[in-house]
């Protein structure tokens, strides 16, 4: 969209340097006095790119930022054992060397939802609203079996040996969950129920995959909930 201005960097994290992609409007009168910054946090194994359809939409009256967890995109690599809490640790030191000027706004997908529980259970004072899309809450059986298939290493293993079902139920912070027709779909619906102040809305008509085929209904409901 030629009404934004698009930019790319690096801030420094406990993690080593983080690399980012931030989308904001190009005239900084449109973004709201009232509205905090928008990260974005992706899916594995994938990268900030993966945003590239859905964050103009979102960045129409804020700015936001996909920033890259260590070991993936271009930030630099973990040199111990990836866990969520450690992800989780990236993207808050990145938001505080971005300064953003209050509490950020999280978004996450698939295992950036797990990222963005991790950091509001946290920091929970950085953080404002969450909205998480398609969201892996596996119960420990589930887990267990995934953790058996040789594909699963590295950042693959820190998401099936996050304990969803004891860290969503902590939540506090106002939340939206977005379900789109996908294998997610039921533990969507359970992460909806087991977070106390949430939303769920499903999207049967967006197939995979949901962010580019659902980047016009995603980005409005997500904004109707920042916004609201």
């Known amino acids: 969209m030629s009404d934004l201005r698009i930019i790319r960097g690096a801030s420094p994290s406990r993690h080593g340097g983080i690399h980012w992609y931030e989308w904001k409007p190009k005239d900084e009168a449109r973004i709201g006095p009232e509205a905090p910054d928008l990260l974005l946090l992706h899916p594995l194994p994938r990268d900030g790119a993966y945003f590239n359809t859905i964050a103009p939409l979102l960045a129409a009256g804020r700015t936001v930022i996909a920033a890259e967890y260590p070991g993936y995109g ?102 939206l969950v977005l379900a789109t027709d996908s294998d997610l779909l039921e533990p969507s619906r359970a992460a909806a129920a087991a977070i106390r102040d949430s939303r769920l809305l499903e999207f049967p008509e967006v197939h995979e995959p949901a962010l580019e085929n659902g980047a016009v209904p995603l980005s409005a409901a997500a904004l109707e909930f920042l916004d609201g």
Not at 97 to 117: N, W
Not at 140 to 150: G, I, Q, S
């Open 74 to 175: 271009k930030s630099d690599p973990l040199h111990e054992a990836p866990t969520i809490r450690k992800y989780a640790e990236a993207m808050i030191d990145t938001l505080r060397a971005r300064d953003t000027h209050g509490r950020a706004d999280l978004l996450g997908f698939h295992e950036g939802c797990l990222v963005a529980t991790e950091m509001a259970l946290n920091w929970s004072d950085e953080v404002h609203r969450l909205i998480q899309v398609d969201v892996p809450y596996f119960s420990e059986p589930v887990r267990n079996e995934m953790l058996e298939n040789d594909w699963v290493k590295g950042g693959f293993v820190a998401a099936f040996t996050y304990p969803c079902e004891n860290r969503y139920p902590a939540l506090r912070h106002e939340s």
